[in-house]
C-alpha cells in the first residue's frame, strides 16, 4: 500500500489536512499579496492561537508562503513552497505571536516588502472552510473577505472623495455589491473597499487614482 502524505489529502478546492489551516491561511496570504505592487521579495508571519500551536504539523507554514508566490488553494506545489520561494527570491520569517486570547483562533499578521519599496501589513483570520477576512491593513480596522471582485482604494479622508469614485463606477456601468469606508482618525487615512457584481477594468485604476486626495487604487480579481 502506498503510503499517503497529509498534503497528498485532496479535496474539492484545496490540497492539505485542513480546510481552516492550509486553505484559509493560503487565502489571507494570498489576499495579502494582492495589496502589494511589484515582485514580493520579503513575508513576515506572526501566527497567534491556533496557528501558533500547529503551524507545522498541518502546514500553515507552507501555506502562508504558497499564497505569497499565488498559488490557488488546490496547487500541488503547496508541498514544496519553501523551494519554490527560495527559487523565487523571496524571504520569509516565522514568528509566534502566542495564544491571542482576544483575537479569533486561526490569526495571523503578514508584513509583505515588495522590490519597489512599497510595504504592507496586514491581519487576516481564518474563518473556516478554507474561507478568510481581511482585518487590517496598515493599522486600519477594514473587512475585506476576496469573495467578489474588489477594488481597494487608499485615500485622505476629505470631502468629494467617495462621490468622485462613485462617479468613475457610474461611468464605467459598475453595479456595486458593498462599499465600505474605513478610518483611524478623521481627516487621516482611510480605505474604501468596493466588492462588485461581474468584472473590473483595469482601465479603472489610473482614473480612480486621478483625484489628488486618493494615494493608490488596487483591483483584487477573485
Do not use: W
Amino acid at each position: 500500500m502506498k503510503e499517503i502524505s497529509i498534503f497528498d489529502v485532496i479535496g474539492p478546492t484545496m490540497i492539505g489536512p485542513s480546510s481552516s489551516h492550509t486553505a484559509g491561511a493560503l487565502r489571507i496570504a494570498l489576499l495579502a499579496g494582492k495589496l502589494v505592487r511589484g515582485r514580493i521579495v520579503r513575508a513576515d508571519f506572526t501566527l497567534y492561537g491556533s496557528f501558533a500551536q500547529t503551524y507545522k504539523g498541518h502546514g500553515t507554514d507552507r501555506a502562508l508562503v504558497a499564497g505569497v508566490l499565488g498559488f490557488s488553494t488546490d496547487d500541488p506545489r503547496i508541498r514544496d513552497s519553501f523551494s519554490h520561494a527560495e527559487q523565487a527570491g523571496l524571504a520569509y520569517s516565522f514568528t509566534i505571536g502566542g495564544l491571542g486570547r482576544d483575537l479569533h483562533p486561526n490569526t495571523v499578521d503578514i508584513t509583505l516588502q515588495s522590490d519597489t519599496g512599497q510595504s504592507v501589513s496586514v491581519r487576516g483570520v481564518s474563518t473556516g472552510g478554507g474561507s478568510c477576512l481581511i482585518e487590517r491593513i496598515d493599522g486600519v480596522a477594514v473587512s475585506l473577505s476576496g469573495d467578489y471582485n474588489t477594488l481597494l482604494i487608499r485615500q485622505q479622508d476629505t470631502p468629494g472623495v467617495v462621490a468622485y469614485i462613485t462617479g468613475v463606477l457610474s461611468d464605467y456601468g459598475i453595479n456595486i455589491a458593498f462599499m465600505r469606508m474605513y478610518r483611524e482618525t478623521k481627516g487621516q487615512t482611510a480605505y474604501t473597499i468596493i466588492e462588485v457584481d461581474g468584472g473590473l477594468s483595469d482601465a479603472i485604476v489610473p482614473r480612480i487614482e486621478g483625484h489628488p486626495a486618493i494615494d493608490s487604487a488596487l483591483l483584487i480579481q477573485i
